[in-house]
């Protein structure tokens, strides 16, 4: 009778010890003082075992969730990481801001098709930035490249909504991530003229800029050599 008891004891700690294994909760904790806007890495924070009555249920379970996010508040250290806690890069919630580095501006620039490559401009592409004035803003009519190798941050539709593939209609709004002199001219080149985006390699080599194209010397641009056109029947 007596090892029946001792048995029954023994078999309702071990129930017990279990129940209390499966409440316990790993969750994400910051290991330092974590600013509001930084971006996030697995090295600043840790992770910590709970009782699951104990954590909040939007805490976060694994270090590797922090990676390329942004911290929306500050974190103090030691403080549970929660999903509310974290940016997505370029959200749509949260804005831009977090999507920038250094010191970067991020300006919208209209891309209708016939000016950015049909309408295939995609979030990360480079692209150039040519300017075209016309004859009245500059004296006479040229086309100069302004900026090269710029970040496309993101691209929108025509109210500002944020596109995405097979919506039918291309994006008509690029979003640049630009210096903030960049962001200057290309201010006020917007409003003295038409930009066009042209798109070329992933980190390119600078090509070498011209004085600008206009009507005195459009056939010598390109080589110098004069351009001249042959009619056919002499040919």
């Known amino acids: 009778m007596v090892a029946l008891v001792l048995g029954a004891v023994a078999t309702a700690a071990g129930f017990g010890s279990l129940l209390l294994g499966e409440a316990d909760v790993t969750i994400v904790v910051a290991r330092e003082d974590i600013p509001a806007h930084a971006a996030l890495d697995p090295t600043m924070v840790e992770t910590r075992t709970l009782p699951a009555d104990a954590v ?7 270090v590797e969730g922090v990676r390329g996010r942004y911290s929306e508040r500050e974190i103090p250290r030691g403080t549970a990481v929660l999903a509310g806690d974290l940016v997505e890069p370029g959200s749509t919630v949260a804005g831009l801001p977090w999507a920038l580095a250094g ?3 991020a300006v919208a620039v209209p891309s209708a098709p016939d000016r950015a490559v049909g309408g295939t401009l995609r979030p ?17 009519a040229m086309a100069r490249t302004l900026l090269q190798d710029v970040r496309v941050e993101d691209v929108r539709g025509g ?5 995405s593939e097979g919506k039918g209609t291309p994006p008509d709004t690029a979003i ?4 903030p002199r960049e962001a200057e001219v290309l201010s006020y080149a917007m ?3 038409t930009l066009y985006l042209v798109t070329g390699p992933y980190h390119p080599d600078p090509a070498p800029l011209g ?3 206009g009507s005195g010397n459009l056939y010598e641009y390109l080589g110098g050599e004069e351009i001249r056109w042959t009619p056919p029947d002499a040919q």
């Open 211 to 213: 004085e600008g194209v």
């Open 176 to 179: 640049l991530a630009v210096a």
């Open 103 to 105: 010191d970067e501006r």
């Open 159 to 163: 109210a500002g909504d944020r596109w």
């Open 191 to 193: 409003a003295t003229g």
């Open 124 to 140: 990360g592409h480079r692209v150039d930035v040519i300017h075209f004035s016309e004859a009245d803003m500059h004296g006479g």
């Open 56 to 62: 909040h249920e939007d805490a976060l379970g694994a």
